[in-house]
């Protein structure tokens, strides 16, 4: 079964086991994150009417990969160069 959720305006499509980069959290590593469900899959492809809750363990928090921002206007000598690192949280889905 598969079970749809909403983290930080993100939807993410997980069923039991599954381990994925989310928008950084405001909980500790080894702590436990209670959502509830949007809408559940079953193996048939039907949606069921989502009940409980779905349990997120924190395992680390780390930064994503660089985005390198380049801005350039030609013939006018301007040349601007950034890079950005996006926070993020790893987690595991232990129950739906």
Same mark, same amino acid.
């Not at 069923?15 to 959502?35: A, S």
């Not at 048939?44 to 009940?51: A, L, N, R, V, Y």
């Not at 363990?57 to 660089?66: A, C, G, N, S, T």
């Given at each position: 079964?598969? *079970?749809? !959720?909403?983290? /930080? @305006?993100?939807?993410? %499509?997980?069923?039991?086991?599954?381990?994925?980069?989310?928008?950084?959290?405001?909980?500790?590593?080894?702590?436990?994150?209670?959502?509830?469900?949007?809408?559940?899959?079953?193996?048939?492809? *039907?949606? !069921?009417?989502? /009940? @409980?809750?779905?349990? %997120?363990?924190?395992?680390?928090?780390?930064?994503?990969?660089?985005?390198?921002?380049?801005?350039?206007?030609?013939?006018?000598?301007?040349?601007?160069?950034?890079?950005?690192?996006?926070?993020? *949280?790893?987690?595991?889905?232990?129950?739906?």
């Amino acid at each position: 079964m598969q *079970t749809l !959720i909403k983290i /930080s @305006g993100k939807q993410y %499509l997980v069923k039991t086991g599954d381990k994925l980069f989310i928008p950084h959290q405001d909980t500790e590593v080894g702590n436990v994150i209670d959502l509830k469900p949007l809408a559940q899959i079953d193996q048939d492809k *039907t949606s !069921i009417q989502p /009940s @409980g809750n779905v349990q %997120l363990k924190v395992l680390e928090h780390l930064k994503d990969d660089k985005v390198v921002v380049f801005k350039k206007k030609r013939r006018k000598r301007y040349q601007k160069r950034n890079g950005h690192r996006q926070l993020m *949280t790893q987690v595991e889905v232990l129950s739906i």
